[in-house]
């Protein structure tokens, strides 16, 4: 059972920048696929974006270009730089672990963490 941690969330003006990582108990952590999902007061959890083994990347329109996630294998972490950020931004951010057939979708992944807050203020 491969357990997920989060860390570096807080509270930020907007067009700030903040950096999430998320830790891996176990390898192979380099198998896995690696998501990033945020979920909102009120909302449902969405897709933020996700790196592959190889280190190729995927994002939602709505951080193209403002979000960028990346791995390194030998710390089995994983992290997502968060830049220019906006205070519809505000959310809890989770990472997942596993193969999923479609990146986008939730129920794809096997492995959950359990979130660090990200609150944007304008």
């Known amino acids: 059972q491969v357990q997920l941690v989060e860390s570096g969330g807080g509270l930020v003006q907007a067009g700030a920048s903040l950096l999430l990582s998320c830790v891996a108990s176990?390898?192979?952590?380099?198998?896995?696929?690696m998501g990033w999902f945020r979920q909102a007061p009120g909302k449902e959890r969405e897709f933020v974006g996700r790196?592959?083994?190889?280190?190729?990347?995927y994002y939602a329109d709505s951080v193209k270009g403002r979000f960028t996630i990346s791995r390194d294998n030998a710390k089995n972490t994983m992290y997502l730089h968060l830049d220019s950020l906006k205070p519809e931004d505000t959310a809890v951010y989770h990472c997942?672990?596993?193969?999923?057939?479609?990146?986008?979708?939730?129920?794809?992944?096997?492995?959950w963490g359990q979130g660090s807050q990200v609150t944007v203020s304008s």
């Open positions: 176990e390898p192979p952590f380099e198998n896995y696929a």
């Open positions: 997942a672990a596993g193969s999923p057939v479609e990146a986008t979708i939730r129920g794809h992944y096997d492995y």
């Open positions: 790196i592959i083994s190889s280190g190729a990347t």
